[in-house]
């Protein structure tokens, strides 16, 4: 009872406490980037900060040699931005590039390009720190659900079919052409077309269920050689109504219908019933959340003994987001889908019976879209009415897609599935 008691310590204030530090952390690290921002935003400190990073990662200075600068504010625009900060610049006329070498000389043998993953990446770092906001956003929520789909209809499908028929030529397949015999992109592309007929291994009488259809040219292609019964599911309005005018006509058994493919895929009308189903350049807008269900759909809707064909560009790593200039004028909400992600997807409900990639090709037709593209666009031609800005955002995109896939950074890949193990004779391969 008499004994007083030990006075207790009172805990250090300061900044070891647990509280105070990270607050200060984070303080201390906003204002830096604020103050790193400002900083930029002076010309000078912003082409040579750069002129450093790219060094770092492998580019050379001869890629100065591809550019002129009308807007010194285009530097500034670049760090922070990266590609989307550089596209918008070409967009706008701040820069003017000679594309395909600029291209080749910043991924040709950089740490960005086909050195990735060779040591330490400064650039792709940086480039990666630029798009974490968005690449979170995409890890946390599903791009492709069945609202969000529409955003890539809405803007780029739906605007005008004018720009597309000048581009894509005859065939109006937007998608990597097949150049084994082929002489022009029309041939190209109907030879594409014939590649998955051949791999569909058609039969009179059968029923097809082509996802994504695209303009219809290649479900009309199906119906025409095979005499099989096709039916295109897309989104785009245009699409359709493109495809339903120039295609469905007596003695072509052929229908399209405007619906999501998940909710083809749920239809009781038609689970079950296609003899093959194709899908050509659509799994890209599927989203890597989605692959599962989207391998789930086609199962649901083949017969037992059916096949199917999926072709579609691919990418050696998993990224989560498109590249983010593509992301915001191109194709919105896309991802290029890697090996390891697909198979994950469609290992436990399909047999693979056959792959072939056919990457090469592509950068031949975006060569031959490019000359379509400069012969539509050019002065007193029929698309020298769009904006300048569009104009050269699309010779920007073109450029960009001609050098991935010329330098393999870019695949395409062409896959036949059947949906369970059988008694049917192996898959000749075709080419």
Not at 2 to 13: F, I, M
Not at 413 to 428: D, K
Request: glycine share 8%; proline share 5%.
């Amino acid at each position: 009872m008499g004994k007083k008691q030990a006075s207790r310590k009172e805990p250090a204030r300061g900044w070891g406490s647990c509280c105070c530090l990270p607050l200060f952390l984070v303080a201390f690290s906003g204002l830096a980037i604020v103050a790193l921002r400002f900083s930029l935003q002076n010309p000078d400190i912003s082409e040579s900060a750069l002129r450093k990073i790219l060094k770092l990662g492998g580019v050379p200075d001869s890629i100065f040699d591809h550019i002129q600068i009308h807007d010194r504010s285009i530097w500034y625009d670049i760090v922070t931005k990266g590609n989307l900060g550089l596209g918008e610049g070409y967009m706008s006329g701040k820069i003017d590039l000679d594309l395909l070498p600029f291209f080749f000389t910043f991924l040709n043998d950089t740490s960005l390009g086909t050195r990735r993953k060779e040591g330490y990446d400064v650039l792709g770092t940086v480039m990666k720190l630029i798009n974490v906001p968005t690449e979170i956003m995409a890890q946390i929520f599903n791009q492709q659900t069945r609202h969000l789909s529409m955003r890539v209809i809405d803007e780029h499908y739906n605007s005008g079919n004018d720009v597309y028929e000048a581009i894509l030529g005859p065939t109006m397949g937007y998608t990597c052409g097949y150049w084994r015999n082929a002489t022009t992109l029309d041939e190209s592309q109907t030879h594409k077309f014939d590649l998955i007929r051949r791999k569909l291994q058609l039969e009179p009488g059968m029923k097809v269920a082509d996802l994504g259809m695209g303009w219809g040219y290649a479900a009309a292609y199906m119906a025409e050689h095979s005499q099989v019964e096709v039916t295109g599911v897309s989104l785009a309005k245009e699409q359709i109504k493109f495809a339903t005018d120039r295609f469905v006509r007596p003695g072509l058994s052929i229908n399209f219908v405007r619906e999501d493919y998940r909710d083809h895929c749920e239809d009781p009308a038609r689970i079950g019933t296609y003899d093959r189903v194709y899908s050509i350049g659509m799994l890209e807008h599927v989203g890597y959340q989605n692959y599962e269900g989207f391998f789930k759909c086609i199962k649901k809707l083949l017969k037992p003994d059916g096949l199917a064909v999926i072709h579609s560009i691919g990418e050696p790593d998993f990224l989560p987001i498109m590249d983010p200039f593509l992301d915001k004028y191109i194709f919105p909400g896309a991802v290029i889908p890697s090996l390891s992600g697909l198979s994950a997807a469609f290992e436990n409900h399909f047999i693979l019976e056959d792959m072939q990639n056919i990457g090469y090709d592509y950068a031949r037709t975006l060569a031959e879209w490019t000359n379509n593209a400069n012969v539509f666009f050019a002065e007193g031609a029929p698309g020298a009415h769009y904006p300048k800005d569009f104009q050269r955002m699309w010779l920007y995109y073109l450029r960009l897609c001609e050098a991935l896939f010329e330098l393999r950074i870019n695949q395409l890949w062409q896959f036949v599935f059947s949906p369970r193990p059988t008694l049917r004779a192996g898959i000749e391969r075709q080419i």
